[in-house]
């Protein structure tokens, strides 16, 4: 699969970025390996909430961070407050967990690296989960919360998930350009995090990756799936980002490691958007495994996904009017706020 994605990387410029990994980075991918394989595909239904959440809660404590329970558009979540924000400006990051797992909290240290690099406030929200809240509860949830914050008077909005957040950030992003939000009030930018693009699990990678990945395997993620859509067509453009119109979504971040089966789902993605004319690129990290901006102090290549992503967004929310409107015009909007 690398050698593939470089040949296209060779025709396409930067959109396809590729990271080597360090000899360090090797050791440490390997002691991992050694400790999670063992539980390969083990966490499965709501029984697997509280390991889940003990996993994410091991992310490395990030420094001058504070972190305080809100309510945004009537979802419960948490504040993610660095002390360097910039003004106005606030990440929506949505949780993983296979829309059946997951809490703010848990991930709570995630998104604090995440916001102090972009020099942001962030929130997470407790969106509903499955089976008890299936399909779209969670994406109605995410788009009250966005409505939420441009009630509290932001104007620069990036949305940020990981995993089956990045489903739910990504198919935010598409509601939204239809979604006339408060006085349009559009996304400056969005990043996800090794997303669930296709719920039907087609990708290529769900059999190339299947010997590496050392966490989840079909049969796991099948059941997960169907929890979540509780009937419902995985190739629902509002379930599948993959399925969807492109056209019109603002500049788009994918970070994906090249030893996960969600790898294609990435890859087929950016590869869509960049058809449609979105400013999208993906980056692939040679050796890692899902979730691996979480070993944050461990890997470097974890350090190195959150600085790429915490700049690129600090420089959208830095040229959010201009960005704005190009979005607007795109999209048929008229740029009534001029904020």
Known sequence: MLSSLEDRRSTRGSEIVFHRISAIDKRVIAALRAMVEPNKG??????????????????????????????????????????????????????????????????????????????????????????????????????????????????????????????????????????????????????????????????????????????????????????????ADPNDPAASPLRADLTGLPPIRVHVGDDEVLLDDSVRFVERALAAGVDAQLDVWEGMVHGFPGSVGQLSASTQALEKIGSFLSECFSNSTEKRQSYRRTNGDSDEDGN
């Not at 003990?54 to 993610?80: K, N, Q, R, Y």
């Not at 990504?170 to 349009?184: E, I, R």
């Not at 995090?193 to 087609?202: E, G, K, Y």
């Open 42 to 231: 083990s966490l499965r239904g709501t029984a697997a909430r509280v390991p889940f959440d003990g996993i994410m809660e091991h992310v490395a404590i990030p420094e001058g961070v504070t972190f305080e329970a809100g309510t945004v558009g009537g979802v419960s979540g948490l504040w993610s407050k660095p002390k360097n924000a910039q003004p106005n400006a606030v990440i929506l990051h949505i949780h993983g967990g296979w829309f059946n797992w997951g809490s703010a909290k848990a991930y709570r240290n995630l998104v604090g690296h995440l916001a102090t690099r972009a020099g942001a406030f962030a929130f997470s929200p407790d969106y509903r989960l499955a089976p008890e809240s299936p399909f779209p509860s969670a994406a109605e949830d995410v788009h009250a919360c966005y409505a939420g914050l441009v009630e509290l008077g932001y104007r620069k909005i990036a949305v940020t998930g990981d995993s089956a957040g990045g489903t739910l950030a990504l198919g935010l992003l598409l509601a939204l350009k239809t979604s006339q939000v408060n006085n349009h009030v559009v996304p400056v930018a969005g990043v996800a995090l090794s997303p669930v693009t296709d719920l039907s699990l087609s990708g290529a990678s769900w059999t190339t990756r299947a010997a590496a990945d050392p966490y989840f395997v079909q049969s796991q993620a099948a059941e997960l799936v169907r929890s979540y859509l509780n009937g």
